[in-house]
């Protein structure tokens, strides 16, 4: 085989006390670039991008490998497999990624586990064998990015990646910030101008980036806009168009929902301007018999970005699984996160409630019955209130024996379990119907109100490590 050999510099930015730390990596020869990038740190864990490129004669099967150098382990990686014995590790292809032509490349992720104190970008990597050689900057700290553009680093590994990684995939992916997989560059949301009745789609401004808001500024100029789709970027198509209304009516044609106004929640992501979907009451969003939805007591997992800027005490600001039929058709028939300061064990706006503090919390919505612990309301001293612009709400459930609520700050942290434990007296086995909602509660109740950013709802029960991932995930998406 006839080899090119070409030197080519990395790089790899890593999150550090102080600020953000850039560093030499490997330099690549033998007819191989690789681009080897930390795009987020935890304590005891990381996110890794690696990109691969082919310089030499086209290959058909790829495989990747280099060596820790300081206790480093794969924990878990999508676009690919891996094998680890010891520091060696080595990356095979996916059936769907195996061409790599000349000129060509292929970028996987992965999160792996570190000690804390040392976290190295490998030294080599070799590719089908052939050493793509090259040294690491001795200080770090001294070092200048790369000015080679084919160093630029890989798309980061989304929310719905990290969950597939983990082994539970997204079901339904929906947000209008964002992409929620690294390499979805389709539609967010779909917006209607009240001036003509005209439709736009809503999409990015790059692969795996962040809406590209300009497309609705300049469609909305002069003019109001509601949201009529917000588009599941899963391959379920699992959409969410306005709600056709259910046992409790809307306000729209026929006793239907209305649509979110699209201007009504302007923010940034990543520096970019987007806009969230404000929940006021009346507005809801629903598909039903959801494609792969998990029903009966199949596992699901549920993230929702929320805020705790503006909520009630109304049925239901909630995000997940309900009744195909849009009316309540028992207990244990819905799965959702309900965002608010319902008491639902207790007579609302009473104050001599059984809840501890005034709220927002998040909660399951079981149907009749919107739970923060087993028994019914909160009564954790720890958990007065969840009070951040930006909220990370998440809830699981196992279908028989567990379902799990946690919050974080959106934009920092990790975070809290306030309940994990058994499911309520008379709702297990679960009995999951396949109705996608966000904004109204199962039987179409409406009252409530909230702000919503981003969510996904898994196939199974994902696993504390997961969910840590992702809330990383979200926190590097930098909201505000």
Known sequence: ?????VVAAATASVLATGGIVTATAAHAAAGCHVDYTISSQWPGGFGAGVSVSNLGDPV???RLSWTFGAGQTVTQLWNGSYTQSGAAVTVTNAAYNAGLPTGGSVSFGFNGAWN???NPIPAAFTLNGVACTGT???????TTPSSDPSSTPPPAPQSCDIYAAGGTPCIGAHSTTRALFGAYNGPLYQV?????KAYTNVGLLSAGGVANAATQDSFCANTTCIITK??????NHNDLPISWGGFWKGSGPNGADVGADAKA???TVGGHKAYGVKVTPGVGYRVDNAKNAPTGSQPEGIYMITSSNYVNQWCCFDYGSGENSHTDTGNATMNAIEWGTACWFADWGNPKSPCVGTGPWVEADLENGMYHTNTGSNKDPNNSGVHFPFVSAWEKNNGTSNFTLKYGNATSGGLTTPYSGALPRGYSPMKLESSLLLGTGGDNSHSGQGEFFEGAITAGFPTDATENAVQAGVVAAAYH
Do not use: C, E, H, K
Not at 1 to 5: G, K, P, Q, S, Y
Not at 192 to 196: E, F, K, L, Y
């Open 116 to 118: 804390n104190s040392s």
């Open 60 to 62: 058909d099967g790829w």
């Open 265 to 267: 929640l302007p923010i």
């Open 192 to 196: 209607q101008r009240a001036s003509d």
């Open 1 to 5: 085989m006839r080899i090119r050999w």
């Open 230 to 235: 917000i588009y599941d970027q899963t391959a």
């Open 136 to 142: 690491v900057s001795p200080s770090p700290s001294t």
